[in-house]
């Protein structure tokens, strides 16, 4: 076998077959009905771009879990299923079959949770939960620091669960103040690696990340059209769909979703309001759609509590548009005249839905 792959990577066969794999692929923009506008198809196939960098970093520079390092699997560059402008996302390959320690210090971001998954992206596009850990429910140090054991069977202290099918580490830091909080900082070991460093590599292994990094950017970019499709019936409002979907998918299970599909010509504006429940975090962004976050570097896009004007009352008032209408708490689509939104409630017992309204810009 690794002869065989010897011979196809020396031929250049190897490569040739992830190249026209990712050209197949470019098909799924092209039949996308929903991606009907010049800007929606340069958005689809950058977005081709954006997860074949984040399936290299997976399947090829960081898929060994007997020494895995952290990579980003959504950051401003790169996004995939409605990615949170307030979280920073480190992703590290590991095996239900080793145990890994994680140190570091929390810094002073208000949510840090880790998560166990059974990464298959690649395949069906699940990524089930294996073990999830909240830093609500851990210990500390006083000056913020931690360990934890990430391990099938269970131990003292912060522990972290695996399962057999156990093949990524999420790490999720969520913000209220991005640019004044401190950041945590988090390092991953296996305690029972079976040598002093990795092997090098092979001609099988390049093959293999290869075939994976491919299968994953189709699984990825076929998932979550399959969902944008979904909320097409329901235009301008925030739908309470079966969490369980979300979960399947790698969400976080504290955290309840509204998905929704938005769609406004140049003169109107949606309008959403909603009571906001007791809760650790909310927030709400608006995407495009192939479920990225829309530019949050140089455009106001999302709004959490920090960033939020209230109404007398509690409630919030919420206005997407393609300009300041001078009211609310104004939302650019930032050249866009469709695409996704989402709202989460975080740590919530209670999940009101919005009640929205399209209207003229004033």
């Known amino acids: 076998m690794s002869g065989d792959a010897e011979q196809r990577v020396a031929s250049g066969a190897a490569w040739r077959d992830f190249c026209r794999r990712?050209?197949?692929?470019?098909?799924?923009?092209?039949?996308?009905?929903?991606a009907d506008t010049p800007i929606d198809r340069a958005e689809g196939y950058r977005y081709l771009t954006r997860l074949t960098r984040i399936a290299l970093d997976m399947h090829l520079e960081n898929a060994d879990s007997d020494f895995p390092g952290f990579y980003a699997a959504s950051h401003p560059t790169a996004k995939i299923g409605a990615d949170n402008p307030d979280n920073i996302?480190?992703?590290?390959?590991?095996?239900?079959?080793?145990?890994?320690r994680l140190t570091g210090n929390r810094g002073s971001v208000?949510?840090?949770?880790?998560?166990?998954?059974?990464?298959?992206?690649?395949?069906?596009?699940?990524?089930?939960s294996t073990g999830e850990l909240d830093s609500a429910d851990m210990a500390f140090g006083p000056d913020g620091g931690f360990?934890?054991?990430?391990?099938?069977?269970?131990?003292?202290?912060?522990?972290?669960?695996?399962?057999?099918?156990?093949?990524?580490?999420?790490?999720?830091?969520?913000?209220?103040?991005?640019?004044?909080?401190?950041?945590?900082?988090v390092r991953i070991e296996t305690i029972d690696r079976p040598r002093a460093t990795p092997e090098p590599l092979t001609a099988t292994a390049l093959e293999q990340g290869l075939q994976r990094a491919a299968a994953f950017v189709e699984g990825t970019a076929r998932t979550f059209l399959r969902w944008t499709e979904m909320l097409l019936a329901d235009v301008n409002r925030l739908a309470t769909i079966d969490q369980t979907m979300f979960q399947k998918a790698g969400g976080d299970p504290?955290?309840?979703?509204?998905?929704?599909?938005?769609?406004?010509?140049?003169?109107?504006?949606?309008?959403?309001?909603t009571p906001i429940p007791d809760c650790t975090f909310?927030?709400?962004?608006?995407?495009?759609?192939?479920?990225?976050?829309?530019?949050?570097?140089?455009?106001?896009?999302?709004?959490?509590?920090?960033?939020?004007?209230?109404?007398?009352d509690g409630t919030v008032t919420i206005v997407v548009a393609a300009r300041d209408p001078?009211?609310?708490?104004?939302?650019?689509?930032?050249?866009?005249?469709?695409?996704?939104?989402?709202?989460?409630?975080?740590?919530?017992q209670d999940h009101p839905v919005p009640a929205t309204r399209v209207e003229k810009l004033p």
Not at 112 to 123: D, H, P, V
């Open 254 to 273: 504290t955290i309840f979703y509204l998905h929704g599909y938005w769609k406004l010509a140049p003169d109107e504006m949606l309008v959403i309001d």
């Open 110 to 128: 208000p949510i840090l949770s880790f998560g166990t998954k059974a990464n298959r992206y690649a395949i069906d596009g699940t990524m089930a």
């Open 22 to 34: 990712l050209e197949a692929i470019g098909e799924i923009v092209l039949g996308a009905r929903i």
């Open 282 to 312: 909310w927030n709400f962004q608006v995407d495009n759609v192939w479920f990225e976050s829309l530019d949050y570097r140089h455009h106001r896009i999302h709004l959490n509590a920090h960033n939020a004007a209230l109404n007398p």
């Open 326 to 348: 001078g009211f609310g708490n104004w939302l650019d689509t930032a050249g866009h005249d469709h695409g996704t939104m989402l709202l989460r409630w975080t740590g919530a």
């Open 89 to 100: 996302y480190m992703n590290a390959a590991i095996s239900g079959a080793r145990t890994y």
């Open 147 to 185: 360990e934890i054991v990430v391990s099938k069977t269970r131990v003292p202290g912060n522990w972290l669960p695996l399962a057999n099918d156990s093949s990524m580490l999420i790490v999720r830091q969520t913000f209220l103040d991005r640019d004044n909080e401190i950041p945590a900082t």
